[in-house]
């Protein structure tokens, strides 16, 4: 099984940038499986955050769109999460995930291998 570490989590201003990074153990692994971002808030349902096919392409969630991107230059088996104009309401645990098919996962039950977490805090 694929193993994931997620990272770059910190506690910013609102208004503030943060770039997670997802590393996977295999190489070539997410242009052969699609990924996603999820993210859990204290007392709240883990929820989809955004998606990158293995062509690179991406999709998000109305929350976030337009101010979170996956970058294209994401390598074979490292993914980031560019996230710009963070509000409170972004705060959360944010957690990588590894599908499996060309897509990213949005829903929770179809994630194969989830990264451990890491904190984002937006507070002033």
């Known amino acids: 099984q694929v193993q994931l570490i997620d990272s770059g989590g910190a506690m910013v201003q609102p208004g503030g940038s943060l770039r997670l990074s997802c590393a996977a153990s295999?190489?070539?692994?997410?242009?052969?499986?699609?990924m996603s971002w999820f993210r859990q808030a204290p007392g709240k349902d883990r929820e989809f955050v955004a998606l990158?096919?293995?062509?690179?392409?991406?999709y998000y969630a109305d929350s976030v769109k337009g101010r979170f991107t996956i970058p294209r230059d994401s390598a074979e088996n490292t993914v980031y999460l560019q996230m710009n104009s963070l509000k409170p309401e972004d705060t959360a645990v944010y957690y990588c995930?590894?599908?499996?098919?060309?897509?990213?996962?949005?829903?929770?039950?179809?994630?194969?291998?989830w990264g451990q977490g890491t904190q984002v805090t937006v507070s002033s």
């Open positions: 995930a590894l599908g499996q098919y060309a897509y990213g996962p949005r829903n929770p039950s179809a994630v194969t291998s």
């Open positions: 295999a190489e070539r692994a997410f242009v052969t499986y699609g």
């Open positions: 990158r096919w293995t062509d690179g392409t991406s």
